[in-house]
T-cell receptor, first 109, second 114 residues
Framework: GQQLNQSPQSMFIQEGEDVSMNCTSS?????WLWYKQEPGEGPVLLIA?????ELTSNGRLTAQFGITRKDSFLNISASIPSDVGIYFC?????????FGKGTLLTVNP | DGGITQSPKYLFRKEGQNVTLSCEQN?????MYWYRQDPGQGLRLIYY???????QKGDIAEGYSVSREKKESFPLTVTSAQKNPTAFYLC?????????????FGPGTRLLVL
């Protein structure tokens, strides 16, 4: 089946730093999504990407749909303590999603 | 407020018991999904439904059953055949067609075995 490699697995940063995480796959996807999940809660959709090369921002978050359709990255600028959580990427094809294993982000105030 | 609700938040199952997890949405979405999340793992698809009275197995359907009698509701039953049911269960929904891959999640139900 399709697999996504998400990296890094975890990050520990200082408040105010920028963060970058990415997902890669050997498969092509039609859609790339980025979610954030806090402990005991469901994932919240942050950014959805629908076209190869697309670059989309949502506040301090920026994500790009890779030109090969096999990868995507998420950047968070000027991190704040409430950015703490697990960030998941998901690639969509044939009306189904394949998920990465997540990046655990810890922000030190 | 439009959204997805799941109940209960926590559920305890005894050996040999079937339990049913509720998922309701008022987003007027056609498609609904059930995922299982285990620690350190990505979400895995259990069942999905693209339209009322129709559903398909996902990657890990064994030991689970679903129904889709109403557009708003997609309950999941964890049967006694599921030998390792302890997990966090997430329901999601989406529009149909080309928007089907943009899925929105409920708050989840944590199932624990006594």
């Amino acid at each position: 089946g399709q697999q996504l490699n998400q990296s890094p697995q975890s990050m520990f940063i200082q408040e105010g730093e920028d963060v970058s995480m990415n997902c890669t796959s050997s498969s092509i996807f039609n859609t790339w999504l980025w979610y954030k999940q806090e402990p005991g809660e469901g994932p919240v959709l942050l950014i959805a990407l629908y076209k190869a090369g697309e670059l989309t921002s949502n506040g301090r978050l920026t994500a790009q749909f890779g030109i090969t359709r096999k990868d995507s990255f998420l950047n968070i600028s000027a991190s704040i303590p409430s950015d703490v959580g697990i960030y998941f990427c998901a690639g969509g094809s044939n009306y189904k999603l394949t998920f990465g294993k997540g990046t655990l982000l810890t922000v030190n105030p | 407020d439009g959204g997805i609700t799941q109940s209960p938040k926590y559920l305890f199952r005894k050996e040999g018991q079937n339990v049913t997890l509720s998922c309701e949405q008022n987003l007027n979405h056609d498609a609904m999904y059930w995922y299982r999340q285990d620690p350190g793992q990505g979400l895995r698809l259990i069942y999905y439904s693209q339209i009322v009275n129709d559903f398909q197995k996902g990657d890990i359907a064994e030991g689970y059953s679903v129904s889709r009698e109403k557009k708003e509701s997609f309950p999941l039953t964890v049967t006694s055949a599921q030998k390792n049911p302890t997990a966090f269960y997430l329901c999601a929904s989406s529009l149909s067609g080309t928007d089907q891959e943009t899925q929105y999640f409920g708050p989840g139900t944590r199932l624990l075995v006594l």
